[in-house]
């Protein structure tokens, strides 16, 4: 059957080869690999081997065999595995038996110049299996390799070919299947029905090689087309059109009922040959029919998808004519992947539900907000909750009209993101909004609130900035309980951040006190007061989300109050990203005020709190005027003993008023008792009597007058002191 010399009885030319085959018999004693050993293969050398033997353990081989001999590498053996593969070829050199693969020749060639054995893995190849036969793709592993003779001449060419196409689709479809566990793993990250209904179909058209469909039973009982997807971009938007027409069933006159339905209603998985000209014939609208002519829908695959006896509807894959069936393991697959894409939609929606739940509690808790005050005071205001299942939380906002022309505004944050949160919050907002209503002074407001939070023992901190605004005067006043500044962006696009003189948290000492900081605020100032959500992220610190916030509204001040509200979100990292809750409050004050000049009012409650506040308060006020650390030094000293004597006689509430009346400071002190005051003079051991002395003493007038619902006690100082 052939031997290891040329045609022409010369002993071959090439010199002899290494030893390559690892899996051969150890030579004895040399510790060296020893190949397989032939003479021209019409006897072997190994002891008790026939070459007869080795025939038949060749024909009985289940992968391809083939052996070739000589340097022209005459094809000397075909077993019957390699004829069915690829016909009976006749006893030629190689090149004339396998004309049609080149490469497996120059492969041939190759081990027969080196006398090295090549392997090549899960290569893919068109075989034919003689003349007239259908052309068949194979996936071969393959191993060429050299037969010496026992002078250790190259001799021969062995080659051994197994067909692995139908091992190596099922090992992709394990890896498939295996892989099905991590996509349930992504699919169960999404909260939002929409997002996995579109990951749904993504997947399962790359998975199957196809376009999938995706029908989900909703609330009225209907079961609508939610989401589809096709493997193929450039065909994706033919199957989104198909969301606009009804279901085709694609099944005979006595089964009208869309496979799809069916699989929806009665849980069953249906694996279906489809006729495209059916269903084309069947579409009752001439675009729908042109989309499926040109998707040409061939083989059908849906199964239910279900948790439990719940059926939340079905998920149908399809390929066009042309393309290959699916297979039974397909059909395993598309149920296994069902059901891990049940789970996912069905946590989505109880998600969705608890979620609805929440927001409707959320936006029962927050105001409804005007979008603009009197004195033609703009406001806009928005909430969002924070992503990660955290959709309803503690920050908060309001805007409380005050009887006095001012506005108070307020922002805050209860510490968590959860129900109790929500319905902690719900509560101070209620607690603050009554005493803004009642006119209390910010430092007061933040004390009521505080004590309110730690007589209910919570653990949960709360914080909050609240401000009056006073649009007449042009002026903020503040007090902040451990929360975050706040900014006010003027007209000439600058901007500054209002800290205040700060505090505690809501909820941390029951005698901590919170000092107001009044703010002189020019015409058409923009206030935003906001939660840390808006400018803390992982990107930043709040300090850097301040500045980036301030340049934004610096950037944007002349869009209108509604968008530039919408900008922040959008541009801000925080808003962005929604990891945390979003409050934000915009007001923005008339460019031109009513009433213009320096002078000032501001009410006060008949308590002996008020003293001090009406101290900080002249004090600030007097500073943005420009007046000098004497003349404010004195203000603040007699008008808050004026405010003392008024806290004493007074029933309801007194006003603080201050002035500058051509080259003078008038102060004004008015409460609603009718008893005027007198200065006396106070015994070694007295106290009463002695804020009038100081009032006669310290300034360059003073005087009492009656008013209506009471009297004015009022002092005047030169601007210049």
């Known amino acids: 059957m052939g031997s290891g010399t ?63 001999a000589g340097p022209e590498l005459t094809l000397v053996l075909q077993n019957s595995k390699s004829k069915e593969m690829i016909g009976a070829r006749a006893a030629v050199p190689a090149r004339q038996a396998l004309p049609e693969y080149p490469t497996y020749v120059a492969a041939l060639e190759q081990v027969w110049r080196t006398g090295k054995r090549l392997a090549h893995d899960r290569v893919p190849a068109t075989v034919y299996a003689g003349e007239g036969s259908t052309p068949r793709s194979v996936v071969i592993d393959s191993v060429l390799a050299p037969l010496f003779t026992t002078s250790g001449e190259i001799a021969a060419v062995i080659g051994q070919s197994v067909d692995t196409a139908d091992m190596a689709a099922d090992d992709e479809r394990l890896q498939v299947a295996m892989a099905l566990d991590r996509v349930a793993i992504e699919l169960s990250r999404s909260l939002e029905v929409d997002d996995v209904a579109r990951a749904v179909t993504r997947l399962a058209a790359d998975v199957f090689s196809g376009w999938a469909l995706l029908d989900l039973w909703q609330p009225d009982g209907s079961l609508a087309r939610v989401a589809v997807a096709h493997h193929d971009p450039q065909l994706h938007p033919l199957v989104e059109r198909l969301k606009r027409f009804p279901r085709v069933s694609g099944r005979s006159k006595q089964e009208r009922e869309a496979f799809s339905v069916t699989a929806a209603r009665m849980g069953e998985v249906l694996v279906s040959d489809l006729d495209p000209a059916r269903i084309v014939a069947a579409c009752t609208d001439p675009e729908h029919a042109l989309l499926m002519r040109a998707l040409s829908p061939r083989w059908f695959m849906t199964v239910p998808v279900q948790v439990g006896p719940r059926r939340l509807g079905s998920l149908s894959v399809v390929r066009s004519d042309g393309e290959q069936a699916f297979r039974p393991v397909d059909r395993s697959i598309l149920e296994h992947y069902a059901e891990r894409a049940a789970m996912a939609l069905a946590h989505a929606r109880d998600y969705d539900e608890q979620r609805n739940a929440a927001m409707t509690l959320q936006k029962s808790l927050l105001p409804v907000t005007p979008t603009q005050a009197s004195a033609g005071v703009q406001i806009a205001a928005r909430y969002q909750a924070g992503g990660a299942g955290a959709e309803v939380g503690g920050d908060w906002y309001d805007v409380v009209p005050l009887g006095d022309g001012g506005l108070g505004v307020v922002v805050g944050d209860v510490q968590g993101h959860d129900l109790s949160a929500a319905a902690l919050m719900g509560q101070v907002r209620a607690v603050v909004h009554s005493h803004a209503h009642l006119g209390l002074p910010p430092g007061r407001i933040a004390e009521e609130a505080n004590a309110f939070v730690l007589s209910l023992g919570t653990d949960r901190l709360v914080t909050m900035t609240y401000l009056q605004l006073y649009p007449r005067e042009r002026l903020g006043v503040m007090a902040r309980a451990g929360h975050i500044p706040a900014i006010v962006v003027t007209p000439d696009g600058s901007s500054r951040v209002l800290r205040g003189r700060g505090g505690l948290p809501l909820g941390v000492q029951l005698e901590a006190p919170w000092l107001e900081e009044t703010h002189h605020l020019e015409p058409g100032a923009l206030l935003a007061l906001f939660t840390d959500g808006l400018v803390e992220s992982v990107r930043q610190d709040f300090e850097e989300g301040i500045d980036a916030l301030g340049a934004v509204l610096e950037e944007h001040y002349e869009e209108p109050l509604e968008n530039l509200a919408d900008r922040a979100l959008a541009e801000m990292p925080g808003g962005q990203e929604s990891h945390d809750d979003v409050a934000l409050l915009l007001v923005r004050l008339p460019l031109s005020p009513p009433q213009a000049g320096r002078r000032v009012m501001r009410r006060l409650p008949a308590a002996s709190s008020s003293a001090p506040i009406a101290r900080l308060f002249l004090s600030d006020v007097l500073g943005h005027w420009g007046a000098s650390e004497d003349l404010i030094t004195t203000a603040a000293l007699l008008a808050t003993e004026l405010v ?60 009492v007058e009656p008013e209506a619902s009471g009297k004015a006690v009022w002092f005047e100082l030169e601007m210049g002191r």
Do not use: C, Y
């Open 644 to 703: 003392s004597n008024a806290a004493r006689e007074s029933d309801s509430s007194i006003e603080l008023r201050a002035a500058v009346v051509g080259d003078r400071l008038r102060v004004v002190v008015a409460d609603d008792s009718h008893r005027l005051p007198q200065a006396t003079t106070a015994g070694p051991e007295g106290t009463s009597g002695r804020g009038l002395q100081l009032v006669e003493t310290l300034s360059v007038a003073w005087g």
């Open 6 to 68: 040329d045609p022409s009885g010369n002993s071959s030319p090439h010199e002899p080869a290494p030893r390559v085959d690892k899996a051969g018999p150890r030579a004895a004693g040399t510790g060296k690999t020893q190949s397989p050993r032939v003479d021209g293969l019409d006897h072997l050398t190994i002891e008790h081997l026939t070459i007869e033997s080795v025939l038949d353990a060749f024909e009985l081989s289940p992968a391809s065999v083939m052996v070739f």
